[in-house]
């Protein structure tokens, strides 16, 4: 059946494959739900925004993402209000973002009120996917991709949009054990690491298998000269609480800008706590943890929300933290973008678009 609703066209299934889905067991990022968008870009502009049933694409073998790797994406989630309406959090910042990847790997920009639709279509449309337990989500992964027919290096002129949506459960963010990463790097300040961008993921594998082989869950990011400057933890930004102040990475172009990160920072300056974006160097650390003012070090991410860390390697080195029991401010934030996604706290800046 095909309808129009704005301009977005939308197919919807036959026969949906819900029934088939045990929300009580879901396993992280293998089910999707039944629709998706699609638009493509082609001769200067975005065209044929459609919402279709969820299926595979067919590809060309010279599609320029294939070999120069013009690929970015986003990782955002929809949840359920108390009484049923689907929420987003900060759509908005999500299409900027992926607008400013696409900037930097040279690719088109998506309209970010077309985004916001899009999104807001599909969620309404698939809204049933939406697991309704406290702390479940519909993860919605938009991305963008080169597909020009060609071989030689240079921006593609078409381009693919997609979003799709996979239901997922709640995220039980058990401490994660870290080491400082010596060897490898992520990106550099005029580098992409700014840039939600394919590449990026692919270059962490390696480094991320190492650590895992050492027993490690993760690696800490670092820079600056002589690699002395934290930057993020595998997928997350940092924050440390040393003696009753916060403390994150500021960003310098190799940092993702993190939307998690960016509403904490606000949540603790509504509340009074005390909040400083600035160069921290491993070395700062080391001192805090030997003198036991090191109070708190988690990552925060669209995934995991909060995820504290237990034990920090830094050469031959192991700090281990204090228990995440008695820990105030990483549980706290938590608590808060928990909350919000139930829309059970209020809401002051509007985070939140009801669909
Ligand atoms: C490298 C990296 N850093 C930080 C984050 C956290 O960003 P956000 O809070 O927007 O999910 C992510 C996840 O998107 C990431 O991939």
Known sequence: MTTTTSS??????????LDTVN???????????????????????????????????????ASMVLHYGQ???EGMKASLHEDGTPLLLRPDEHAKRINASARRMMMAEFPEDRFVEAISQLVALDKDWIPPTEGSALYLRPYMYATD??????PSES???????????????????????QEYVRAVPGGTGEAKAAGNYAGSLLPAHLAQQRGFDQVVWMGGPN???????????????????????????????????????????DRGIPVTERVIEIDEVVAASEAGTLQEMFGAGTAAVVSHVSELQYKD?????????GRKIG???????DGLRAGKVEDPHGWIVRV
């Not at 002395?228 to 997928?235: A, D, M, P, R, S």
């Not at 009753?244 to 190799?254: F, L, M, N, S």
């Open 227 to 269: 690699r002395k400057q934290i930057q993020e933890v595998g997928t997350m930004n940092i924050f440390f609480v040393i003696d009753g102040e916060v403390i994150t990475p500021a960003t310098d172009g190799a940092i993702l800008k993190g939307i998690t990160r960016k509403m904490f920072i606000q949540i603790l300056k």
């Open 331 to 337: 549980p706290m934030l938590k608590r808060y973008i």
């Open 8 to 17: 977005i066209r939308v197919e919807r299934v036959q026969q949906s494959r």
């Open 149 to 154: 027919e060609f071989i030689g290096v240079r």
């Open 23 to 61: 929300f009580n067991d879901l396993p992280f990022g293998k089910i999707f739900s039944d629709h998706m968008f699609v638009s493509d870009y082609r001769d200067g502009e975005w065209t044929d925004d459609r919402i279709i049933p969820f299926g595979h694409f067919t590809m060309h073998p």
């Open 317 to 325: 080195k192991l700090m281990t933290l204090p228990p995440v029991e």
């Open 159 to 181: 381009y693919r949009f997609c979003v799709f949506t996979a239901p997922v459960g709640p995220y039980y963010a058990k401490p994660v054990r870290l080491v400082v990463e």
């Open 71 to 73: 690929a970015v994406f």
